[in-house]
C-alpha cells in the first residue's frame, strides 16, 4: 500500500536556510493531510495540518503546501533550526464516510540541521 | 498540555504469550487509534474505536488482536498469542472531541514489543 510516499529518506541543511520536504499521494480521496515529527524513541509528534480545501496553511516556521491536481504536498521550515532535526512523516486520511480517520504514512525524510 | 501517555515504555515477551498494552487518550477526546512501526518500516494503521466499538480495523488487526476502553480513561491493545513478527513499535493516538474525523490524531510516545 503505497498511497503516501515520501521519496527522500533525507535531508541535510545548515541552520537558517529553508528546508522543504516533499510528499506524494496517489488516492484523489484523500481529504486531509499532516505532518508529523518524530525523534528516536519518541511518538510522532503533530506539527502542521491542511485540509483538501486549501492550498496553504502556516503555522510559525512551518507552512504546508498543496497541489491537488499534481497530489503533492510540501512542508517548509524557515529558518531551519538544529533542534528540527528528526524524521517528517507526512500522512492523509481519507475523506468517506467509510473512514473513521485512518491516517496512512509516508516512509518519513530524516532532516538534519547542521550549524 | 494535555497527551497521550502509554504504558509500559518497553516489554519483553515470550511467542505465544498475551501482552496487553495501555494507553490513556486525552481526556475529551472521543476517537482512538493503535498504529505500530515494525523497524524500518512505515507507521501501519491497526484500528480506531469509537463510542465502545471498533469502528475500522486493518488487514493486520485478527482475531488475535482486540481493543477495549475499560474504564472512562484507559484504551488498551491485546495481543492473545503473540508471534515474533509482532515485534514492533505500539503507538495509540487520539482525537476528538466532536468530529473526530476532522480533527488532528495526537499521538502518545509508543510501546517497544519485543517478542522472542
Known amino acids: 500500500d503505497q498511497q503516501v510516499k515520501q521519496n527522500s529518506p533525507s535531508l541535510s541543511v545548515q541552520e537558517g536556510r529553508i528546508s522543504i520536504l516533499n510528499c506524494d499521494y496517489t488516492?484523489?480521496?484523500?481529504?486531509?493531510f499532516l505532518w508529523y515529527k518524530k525523534y528516536p524513541a519518541e511518538g510522532p509528534t503533530f506539527l502542521i495540518s491542511i485540509s483538501s480545501i486549501k492550498d496553504k496553511n502556516e503555522d510559525g516556521r512551518f507552512t504546508v503546501f498543496l497541489n491537488k491536481s499534481a497530489k503533492h504536498l510540501s512542508l517548509h521550515i524557515v529558518p531551519s533550526q538544529p533542534g528540527d532535526s528528526a524524521v517528517y512523516f507526512c500522512a492523509a486520511r481519507l475523506g468517506s464516510d467509510d473512514s473513521w480517520g485512518k491516517l496512512q504514512f509516508g516512509a518519513g525524510t530524516q532532516v538534519v540541521v547542521t550549524p | 498540555e494535555p497527551e497521550v501517555t502509554q504504558t509500559p515504555s518497553h516489554q519483553v515477551t515470550q511467542m505465544g504469550q498475551e501482552v496487553i498494552l495501555r494507553c490513556v487518550p486525552i481526556s475529551n477526546h472521543l476517537y482512538f487509534y493503535w498504529y505500530r512501526q515494525i523497524l524500518g518500516q512505515k507507521v501501519e494503521f491497526l484500528v480506531s474505536f469509537y463510542n465502545n466499538e471498533i469502528s475500522e480495523k486493518s488487514e493486520i488487526f485478527d482475531d488475535q488482536f482486540s481493543v477495549e476502553r475499560p474504564d472512562g480513561s484507559n484504551f488498551t491493545l491485546k495481543i492473545r498469542s503473540t508471534k515474533l513478527e509482532d515485534s514492533a513499535m505500539y503507538f495509540c493516538?487520539?482525537?476528538?472531541?466532536?468530529?473526530?474525523?476532522?480533527?488532528?490524531?495526537?499521538f502518545g510516545p509508543g510501546t517497544r514489543l519485543l517478542v522472542l
Open positions: 493516538a487520539s482525537s476528538g472531541p466532536r468530529d473526530g474525523r476532522q480533527e488532528t490524531q495526537y
Open positions: 488516492n484523489s480521496m484523500f481529504d486531509y
